[in-house]
Each structure stands twice: as C-alpha cells, then as structure tokens.
C-alpha cells in the first residue's frame, strides 16, 4: 500500500479527500507510484508529469521522509517507508508566484 | 421569454451570468475551477448546454472541461495537445529559433454544426481540433508548415493563436489569428492555409509591410456576410471586404487605435464595437475615461458611448476575449474588464450597467442566447 499526498488543486481535480491509497506491483519508483495514481484517477494526467515527455511539471516537487526527491531519476527507488505506507510520498505545489 | 447566459473567465476562475430578456436582474453562479486561470469559456451553437471550458494552471498545466447541462456540472475531457510530428522552432524574442512548446489553450471555438466538434487555439500558436467532444485533440499542422510558422514570434503575451472565426456561409474555411504573426485562413477545413495580412502596416517589426509578423489582436465578423472581417490590431483598426485578401483602415476619429476586442452588431453588419486603450505602454483608457466606441458605419467614422460607464480614475484594461454580443433585439453588448466588472448594455451600447464588479480579472466573456 502506498500513500500519496496531493495539492489542494489536484485533490479537487480527483475528487479524493486526504491522501490517496495505491497499490504498486514491482518496484516502488516515482514512475511506478504516478503511473499508479493515473490509472487510478486519469484526470490527473498531464497535471504533475507532461503527458508526452514524462517530465515533472516545473511547479511541482517530490517529498517523502523530509528528502526533496524532485531530481531522483524516475526508475530509482523510493525510501523503504514509502514502499511500506509508512511514510506517504507528498506531491507538493511550489510557492511561486502570485 | 428569452435569456442569456453570460461565460465568464477570469484569473481565478469561471462565473456564469443568467438574466431573462429584460437583462436587468442577474445571478451570479461561480466561481468554478476556483483559482484556476479560465482563458476561455464558449458553448455549442448547435446543442447551447454542450459548454467547453479552458482551465489553466503554471503548476498543473491545461484541463479542458465539458458541460452537458448549461455549466451544472462538468467533467474533465481530454488535455493531450502534441504537436504534429516534429514541432520544428519559431523566432523567440531575441531573433534566435525556439523550440514549439505548449503552454495553454487560449480558445475554444465549437463547430457551427456539431456540438462534439471543437476547434482549440493554442500557445505556442497552433489549431488543434476534436470530433469526439474534447477527448481526444489533433493539431491542423498545415497552419504552421504553410504559413511560415518559423517566421512567427511571441507578442508579449506569448506566441497564442487566439482568434478563430468559422465560417457560416463556407463550411470549409476557417480564419485565425495569431500574436505576432497575424491572420490565416484555410478554404480546405484547415488543411491548408494561408497568411492573409495584405494591407496590415506594423511600423514597429522590420519591415512594415511583411507577410506575417503582425500583431493582430482580434477579428470578428458578422454571419450573415463573413467575406467582410474587422480586425483591432496592435495598432490600427483594420477592415477587409474580400475575406482578408486585403486590409485597409478603419480607425477614423477613434481617440486611440490601439486596443485589443472587437465585436459587430448582432443584426447590423456595418455596426463595429471597440475599447481604445491609450497606447502600448500603458494599457488603460485614455484620460482614466472607460469609453466603448461604435461606429455605424463599417468603421472611420466613431462615437463614444459612456452612460453607465466610469468617466474619471479609470484604469482598466478589457482584453481581447473579454467583449460579446447577444442576438436579442435590442441587442445586447458585454465586456469585462481586468479589474472585474462585467457591464452589459441592453441597447446596443447606449447606456451600461454593471452586472457585476468585483470578480477576479476578467480575461474572456462569451455570450448565450437561450429561448
């Protein structure tokens, strides 16, 4: 079981309150965890990874167990807690702009 | 009794606006998509409860959304715009090439004859289309492999195509405009095109008279003679009578030729509407006075329209999407402005009210006419 905390906007977007729950087959990536999460709520494409470069949207980072994991390699695997539940991986909008 | 449902889209989100014929009493529904950017909002001519909406974010990208019900509700549709094939590179601002990126759907025009039929104007400039209402997009790429797509550059609100005028008359042909790079048409259902901007004068680009380059901000034509367009251009209010083969200028007596919308008169084609903006530099009304100017003419000759209207320490600004037309009679005329006022005037710009005055900044308005 995997956790993951979204934006306010994206929660919204999902229609979820809290975090959201996944089951990941395989290794626990932040590929496998954001394919996961798309298939389970697909209006979340395009929203935190370009849907044709697979590229974080500039905006958003990548947290769990206090590291900033937005610049670890998509295939690399994340903190044990996040593979266990223990830890929920939080997508997290930037403060930027207005 | 008639109705009008008035579509909002502001900095932070969408409003609808529903009054009866009268156009006197308002509700105000919204905000949807609450602190989402909502370029565009437009329905269906065909079937007016299918309405197509353009949210937009810089931290989650572009979500299109689909009403089935007159804006009730609505569920997210497709937001997969790529360009067609390699997307190839555009003049930037320093006079270097620059890769084609997406950034935001800044239009949204839905078919004269189908309502799952769409047409989407992007930044950076490129028409998309769905025949599935909005699921799956598919770019017109012949808009930018014919035209000299690699000539155009942003304005300096990104390089957006931003106009899109379907043809009532023609099926087939379809016109566009684009910041910088000036009007299109295609004959062909937008297969393929070309820059039609003879007659456009820029003295700001290197050579005045260029092909493309033109920063055109706005067309509008009437439906019942869709060879005549106007055009509010960067500067210069422009006219052509032979579906944009040729321009020449309207501006006449206006206070200011630069501005951004356009409209024409429901019922009269010869009837023009613009927002003279002091200049470039300083997008606010000259001398702080909010002043629509219609001419009755077809253009040169131009008269102010104030009642209702702010006539001192006004300082908006009204962007290119943001002005509409109902088809009552009288007719109504609507415009929002980026300090949040919506005002309608119910007899063709005669005297004004506000519908509402404290929105978020308005950045379009479209206008339904519901029996």
């Known amino acids: 079981m995997i956790r993951v905390v979204l934006p306010p906007h994206l929660r919204s977007m999902a229609r979820v309150d809290g975090e959201v729950v996944l089951e990941v087959e395989g290794a626990v990536t932040l590929r496998s965890v954001l394919d996961a999460l798309e298939a389970a709520h697909p209006v979340l494409r395009g929203t935190i990874r370009d849907q044709a470069t697979q590229r974080r949207r500039p905006f958003l980072r990548f947290f769990a167990c206090q590291q900033d994991l937005s610049h670890q390699p998509p295939d690399d695997r994340l903190p044990e807690a996040v593979a266990k539940g223990v830890e929920p991986l939080v997508i997290l909008a930037a403060i930027a702009g207005g | 009794m008639s109705k009008v449902r008035v579509l909002v889209g502001t900095r932070k989100g969408a409003f609808i606006l529903t009054a009866d014929g009268t156009r006197d009493d308002w509700t105000i529904d919204g905000p949807f998509f609450g602190?989402?950017?909502?370029?565009?909002?437009?329905?269906?001519?065909?079937?007016?409860?299918?309405?197509?909406?353009?949210?937009?974010?810089?931290?989650?990208?572009?979500?299109?959304?689909?009403?089935?019900?007159?804006?009730?509700?609505?569920?997210?549709?497709?937001?997969?715009?790529?360009?067609?094939?390699?997307?190839?590179?555009?003049?930037?601002?320093?006079?270097?090439?620059?890769?084609?990126?997406?950034?935001?759907?800044?239009?949204?025009?839905?078919?004269?004859?189908?309502?799952?039929?769409?047409?989407?104007?992007?930044?950076?400039?490129?028409?998309?289309?769905?025949?599935?209402?909005?699921?799956?997009?598919?770019?017109?790429?012949?808009?930018?492999?014919?035209?000299?797509?690699?000539?155009?550059?942003?304005?300096?609100?990104?390089?957006?195509?931003?106009?899109?005028?379907?043809?009532?008359?023609?099926?087939?042909?379809?016109?566009?405009?684009?910041?910088?790079?000036?009007?299109?048409?295609?004959?062909?259902?937008?297969?393929t095109w070309q820059p039609i901007n003879r007659g456009l004068r820029s003295e700001y680009i290197p050579d005045p008279k260029a092909e493309v380059g033109h920063c055109v901000h706005r067309i509008a034509l009437h439906p019942s003679r869709p060879q005549v367009l106007f055009m509010q251009k960067h500067w210069d209010v422009m006219r052509s009578d032979d579906a944009g083969e040729s321009w020449y200028e309207v501006s006449g007596n206006l206070p200011s030729d630069f501005g951004f919308p356009i409209a024409v008169h429901a019922h009269e084609p010869e009837t023009v509407y613009v927002v003279p903006i002091k200049s470039d530099q300083e997008h606010f009304p000259p001398e702080g006075k909010l002043r629509v100017y219609r001419s009755r003419t077809?253009?040169?000759?131009?008269?102010?329209?104030?009642?209702?209207?702010?006539?001192?320490?006004?300082?908006?600004?009204?962007?290119?999407?943001?002005?509409?037309?109902?088809?009552?009679?009288?007719?109504?005329?609507?415009?929002?402005?980026?300090?949040?006022?919506?005002?309608?005037?119910?007899?063709?710009?005669?005297?004004?009210q506000p519908i509402v005055r404290d929105l978020p900044a308005v950045l379009s308005v479209e206008v339904q006419t519901l029996p």
Not at chain 2, 59 to 80: A, K, L
Not at chain 2, 174 to 184: E, K, L, N, P, T
Request: net charge negative; aromatic share 12%.
């Open chain 2, 35 to 191: 602190g989402w950017e909502i370029y565009h909002i437009k329905g269906s001519p065909v079937d007016p409860n299918r309405i197509y909406t353009s949210q937009t974010s810089g931290w989650f990208g572009q979500v299109i959304q689909r009403s089935d019900d007159g804006g009730q509700t609505w569920e997210p549709v497709g937001n997969r715009f790529e360009y067609d094939g390699v997307p190839g590179t555009h003049q930037w601002y320093d006079g270097t090439q620059h890769p084609w990126e997406f950034a935001r759907v800044w239009h949204l025009e839905p078919s004269l004859a189908d309502p799952d039929i769409v047409y989407a104007g992007v930044e950076d400039a490129a028409l998309f289309r769905s025949t599935d209402g909005g699921q799956t997009w598919h770019e017109l790429s012949g808009l930018r492999r014919d035209s000299s797509g690699h000539l155009w550059q942003p304005g300096a609100g990104g390089m957006c195509l931003h106009t899109i005028l379907l043809d009532p008359e023609r099926p087939s042909r379809i016109f566009v405009a684009i910041s910088a790079a000036g009007a299109f048409r295609s004959d062909d259902s937008g297969e």
């Open chain 2, 298 to 352: 077809g253009g040169h000759e131009w008269e102010p329209l104030t009642k209702g209207l702010p006539q001192r320490d006004c300082y908006v600004n009204v962007l290119r999407e943001a002005m509409a037309v109902d088809a009552l009679d009288p007719c109504g005329i609507y415009f929002g402005t980026t300090g949040g006022q919506v005002y309608v005037s119910a007899d063709s710009g005669d005297t004004w």
